[in-house]
């Protein structure tokens, strides 16, 4: 007969010690007390989680609340902060009724959408052409664009303020524009090229195959699959440009974004103006981590590659 | 990836052309234009030459700013004019009249020794006459020139006060013959007045404004010798020093939590990648909310009965406290960027070779040790550079939690002197700096990352 | 003395369950070889032996040890992953020494250890190099020597040979089998693959979701499935299945399949007496069919359906009543496609399944 599952097996005699049975007390007890410290390691790692979690939302709770409450309670001390701070539309308006602020938003979104669309323009194809394509000075192309990614903002802004003087397009949200693309140009060729890279070629191939010509196959196969990837990079190319204040400080002075705008304030304005201003400056953020997750390590992870 | 094989023709470069053409006119002209407006003063030097005219030789080279002592005028016919505003011109009037010889005599004068007596309703000179010259010993006669200049040749001359008439107008700019006033053995050379300040007495003047440009260490002098930059410097690297260890350390933990693969591990990395896109400035903002007099800080305390009123963390004589500030924000802020390199890493290696590690004995903190950071160096690598380079461009947060003053940094002073000190070129000497610590500290991890390795057999 | 004891192992992921009250002694120095498809739980169970994931419920015993819920570095067991887990920044010889010195071993003892396992595999002259530019074949060899080193009661190893390319394997199978033969460690194998089970195991334990179906000698498990699925894993090709009708007649029983009746072997008789329903499936592997070109007494027409000429045999996939089986025949009998002959059923080569449960009705 097999030796299939024995309900009860026979104590071996060479075994060197009898267990007792296995639903006696003293195994369940040692089995509860043995898992539980097997669990230890895991829940050390939910209060790490929680803690390093409370550490980067608190910060943010507290600067919201200030954005949303009264000018009083902007100014008071000490402040309250638990529960709730009270809630109040004031600061918001006060800050939005100030002068320079609508306009400073607008110029925010214009240099923001158009830095996203002019970058997402250019990258697509010089990221197909790098994910798709073994061609001489390939790797000198890719390499140059990583290195340029590391470069501070700080060394070019001055030299293309100066060069923009001299061309008379000084203070004006389109040239800020082109230097916030030239700023995300690098993040986006390579975000768009591993993009790319994650369709595999087949894929189109066998779109010709089928009779499609090159074109029709990138058209309905490669670009249903890397437009959600795509939307990521310009999103991340928006972010970018609503987020850059250096050279929007040195490259504007009437046509302020609102990160220039609120940095040039920053010595007169009151505190609740400040608050309002940095919950603006938040927003845009929070909601692009949110639809970019998924391609957290596209745009950063894959930085050692 | 799959990449097609090698095809001869241009579709590639097509493709990329637009991104090669974009950064070189926006990335790679601007970072020449920075380094050139660095050490390159482009009107440093006058050039004076043999004979008043551009074509002449060179004699010698003052610099901009040299005294000189001016020794012959002379005017010639304009230079193509560059916008140049301070220039001294001179007209010259072709004039037709008798001659002391009594021949008619047809040349050039200049406006100095012509009085105009009528001009036509636009105001163009139509006839004059001759200067008397003052003075005993005076030549009573004034040469015509064939050309509008005084080199060339006598055609005619005139008796003073003869009438003439005017013809034709030519509008001059002056030469000056000089030499540098502080050596008297330089060569003395010719120099267009547009490129000089003349003083009052005639006889001396300064360059005002070179031609040729000439490399300098000039505004690099002064970036150095600025009383801003050893502060700057100074809170700068210690900014750095405390951060990137704080912030490696952070990032590891964070990274290994998520890697832990807890429930709800998603939802912790989009809260720890959270400060990831956030605006520098916001969150400076954001801390000064929580160090400022009555900001969150201050609120807690006073409730815990740790202090009595509020404490002034940010002022000039708590500049330790605001350094505080700063590296807290930039810790808050860019851990989540070096934990995204740092989980990456770690996703790459794979689960078997944790398992065995563990099989084999290790536990946690040996797994960590003996394993992971091994086989995280690269990562690490990256991540270093990309945050020490990052570190060297804090700048929004140093401003909204010190006002810029109090506590500085490199990132800011070149601000400054762009924004508030107007001067180019040592905003972009600070930039530069910061460009050349960037690139020194890059090669140092990789250098040193490198000399470890090497060491090993491989 | 290293006996493993599983007692009602239970592990689900979600609300999958991967492992289901799987009970099985494992004896000292055994080899025993964990055989299914997968996802049929085989790895699932080695990780929980292994420390690697904990079961549910249940227990699992090493010597006499509760070892249920240990951290796998405290059961005093070694193993060779499927991927080798070689630690990649490490050279051989830390590799290999890697588990003494987490296990505080002193330094003369490490290099004694890693030295004659190195010499075992025959990697001694890697002993310096880093896994890196090593072929699949070398890391396997130093993932075995890393475990050997650790000269534990049990040895465990996941799929080691499925990295290797067939020819290497091969090879690897046999050395790995010498190898195993002088190491005094309780083994559990884990494949899917059944040649190298049936040729390495003291006992094959074949799991189908989740479950323990057999655990015999090589042979046995071949010869005498337990249940149906067994025998059709078992075998290449499967074992051939022939759906039947019970007829009891006077003072005997017989089934029949496609107007031939089979009579069941004496020992056979009562237990498909004692079948319930009147339906009994036939089980019966391709190369113990007698194939005869002129029918016989008790021969069955059958019609070649298909030729497959493997070398040593051909296999002939041929047309009983209306339904398909395999059956192998020596190369020298001429045949063609749609040529008629004639199959005997040995009676003592006829296993007889319970169409209600699957299971084997007999087995030796």
């Known amino acids: ?305 | 990836m799959r990449v097609r094989a090698w095809r001869r023709h241009m579709v590639p470069y097509l493709l990329i052309a637009p991104a090669i053409v974009y950064l070189a006119l926006f990335f790679a002209y601007p970072m020449y234009e920075g380094l050139v407006l660095a050490v390159y003063d482009e009107d440093a030097v006058l050039p004076v030459r043999a004979e008043p005219t551009l074509d002449s030789a060179e004699v010698a080279e003052i610099p901009q700013g040299g005294a000189l002592l001016i020794l012959d005028r002379q005017s010639q016919a304009m230079i193509d004019d560059d916008g140049a505003t301070d220039l001294l011109t001179e007209q010259w009037f072709r004039v037709s009249g008798t001659g002391d010889t009594g021949a008619a005599v047809d040349g050039w004068v200049s406006e100095a020794r012509i009085r105009v007596r009528s001009e036509d309703a636009a105001g163009n000179p139509l006839a004059g006459t001759v200067r008397p010259r003052l003075g005993q010993s005076a030549d009573p006669l004034t040469d015509v020139h064939a050309e509008p200049n005084d080199r060339s040749g006598v055609v005619g001359r005139l008796e003073q006060r003869a009438p003439v008439e005017i013809t034709e107008v030519a509008v001059l700019e002056v030469w000056f013959l000089v030499r540098p006033a502080d050596d008297p053995g330089e060569a003395a050379g010719w120099a267009p007045s547009r490129y000089l300040q003349v003083f009052d007495d005639g006889e001396r003047g300064r360059v005002h404004r070179g031609t040729a440009g000439e490399f300098t260490t000039a505004f690099i002098e002064r970036m150095v010798d600025d009383r801003f930059f050893g502060p700057a410097l100074r809170t700068t690297l210690l900014i750095m020093a405390l951060l990137i260890p704080l912030q490696l350390v952070l990032a590891l933990v964070m990274a290994l939590v998520i890697h832990a693969r807890i429930r709800l591990s998603s939802g912790f990395l989009y809260v720890f990648a959270l400060p990831i896109g956030m605006s520098d400035l916001a969150v400076g903002i954001l801390f000064f909310s929580i160090f400022t007099g009555n900001g969150l800080l201050n609120s807690v305390l006073d409730g815990l009965g740790i202090i009595d009123g509020p404490f002034a963390f940010l002022t000039a004589e708590t500049t330790n406290w605001i350094i505080f500030a700063i590296v807290l924000a930039e810790l808050w802020r860019a851990t989540s960027i070096v934990m995204v390199i740092l989980v990456a890493g770690l996703q790459a290696i794979p689960d078997e070779t944790l398992e065995a590690a563990e099989l084999f004995g290790a536990g946690y903190w040996q797994r960590v040790r003996h394993i992971m950071l091994p086989l995280l160096r690269p990562s690490i690598q990256v991540a270093l550079i990309l945050r020490t380079i990052l570190a060297f461009q804090v700048f929004a947060v140093v401003i909204a939690l010190s006002g810029g003053d109090v506590v500085t940094v490199l990132a800011n002073e070149s601000f400054r002197q762009y924004y508030d000190l107007r001067n180019d070129n040592v905003a972009s000497a600070y930039a530069l700096f910061i460009l050349l610590l960037s690139i020194a500290s890059a090669v140092f991890y990789l250098r040193s990352v490198r000399a470890e390795s090497e060491v090993r057999p491989t | 003395m290293a006996e493993i004891r599983l007692e009602h192992v239970t592990k689900s992921f979600g609300d999958k369950v991967a492992v289901h009250d799987a009970s099985l002694t494992i004896a000292d120095r055994e080899f025993l070889v964990l055989l299914g498809p997968s996802g049929c739980g085989k790895t699932t169970l080695l990780r929980a032996i292994a420390g690697l994931g904990m079961a549910d419920s249940g227990r699992i015993a090493i010597g006499g040890r509760d070892v249920t819920y240990l951290p796998p570095g405290r059961r005093q067991i070694s193993m060779v992953f499927q991927s080798y887990a070689i630690f990649p920044h490490m050279t051989v010889r830390d590799n290999i020494g890697f588990g003494l010195l987490m296990n505080k071993v002193d330094k003369a003892e490490i290099s004694r250890r890693v030295n004659s396992a190195a010499e075992l595999l025959h990697i001694e002259d890697l002993l310096d190099r880093r896994p890196s530019a090593m072929s699949g074949g070398q890391r396997q060899r130093v993932a075995v020597a890393r475990a050997l080193a650790m000269e534990a009661k049990v040895l465990l190893m996941d799929e080691p040979l499925s990295n290797l390319d067939a020819l290497l394997r091969l090879e690897m199978r046999a050395e790995l089998k010498r190898l195993l033969a002088d190491v005094e460690a309780t083994t559990v194998y884990v494949t899917h693959d059944q040649i190298e089970a049936l040729s390495m195991g003291d006992r094959v334990a074949v799991m189908r979701d989740g479950e323990i179906q057999q655990c015999d000698a090589p042979n046995t498990v071949y010869e005498s499935p337990s249940n149906r699925f067994v025998g059709s894993f078992i075998g290449n090709p499967p074992m051939n299945f022939l759906d039947g009708t019970i007829r009891r007649s006077n003072g005997g029983v017989v089934a029949a399949v496609a107007h031939h009746e089979f009579s069941p072997a004496a020992e056979v008789r009562p237990l498909i007496e004692g079948l319930r329903g009147d339906r009994v499936t036939l089980g019966i592997r391709a190369e113990n069919m007698e194939t005869l070109t002129d029918p016989g007494p008790d021969t069955v027409p059958a019609r070649v359906e298909v030729v497959e000429p493997l070398g040593a045999q051909n296999l002939l996939t041929v047309q009983v009543g209306g339904r398909l089986m395999k059956v192998s025949t020596h190369p020298t009998l001429p045949v063609a496609v749609g040529d008629g002959l004639h199959i005997r059923f040995p009676a003592d080569q006829i296993r007889w399944i319970d169409p209600a449960t699957d299971k084997v009705l007999y087995t030796r």
């Open chain 1, 1 to 305: 007969m097999s030796s299939t599952a024995p309900a009860d097996p026979p104590a071996q005699a060479d075994a060197p010690a009898t267990l007792p049975p296995l639903d006696s007390p003293e195994v369940v007890e040692m089995h509860r007390r043995m898992r539980r410290r097997a669990g230890r390691g895991r829940r050390l790692t939910y209060v790490a989680a929680v803690l390093i979690a409370a550490w980067i939302l608190l910060p943010i709770y507290f600067v919201f609340s200030m954005a949303f409450t009264t000018q009083e309670t902007v100014r008071s001390y000490p402040k309250n902060v638990l529960p709730f701070i009270p809630f109040s539309a004031d600061t918001m308006q006060f800050f939005l009724e100030s002068e320079g602020v609508l306009r400073g938003l607008w110029n925010s979104i214009v240099v923001a959408v158009i830095t996203l669309v002019l970058s997402t323009v250019i990258s697509i194809p010089a990221g197909y052409a790098i994910a798709r394509y073994l061609f001489r000075g390939r790797d000198l192309f890719r390499l140059s664009v990583l290195a340029v990614r590391a470069f501070p903002i700080v060394v070019l802004s001055i030299p293309l303020a100066v060069l923009f003087l001299r061309a008379g397009v000084f203070d004006s949200v389109y040239s800020l524009a082109l230097m916030h693309t030239a700023l995300a140009l690098p993040t986006s060729i390579l975000v768009i090229s591993s993009v790319f890279a994650s369709v595999p070629y087949e894929l189109e191939e066998a779109g010709q195959v089928f009779g499609a010509t090159p074109f029709q196959s990138f058209r309905y196969i490669v670009v249903p699959l890397v437009l959600p990837g795509i939307a990521a990079s310009g999103l991340f190319s928006f972010v970018l440009s609503w987020n850059e204040v250096f050279a929007a400080a040195v490259l504007t002075i009437d046509n302020r974004t609102l990160p220039a705008l609120v940095l040039t304030s920053l010595s007169y304005s009151p505190d609740a103006f400040q608050f309002a201003g940095s919950f603006f400056l938040m927003v845009p953020s929070i909601v692009f981590m949110f639809f970019i997750r998924r391609y957290l390590f596209n745009m950063w992870g894959q930085v050692s590659k």
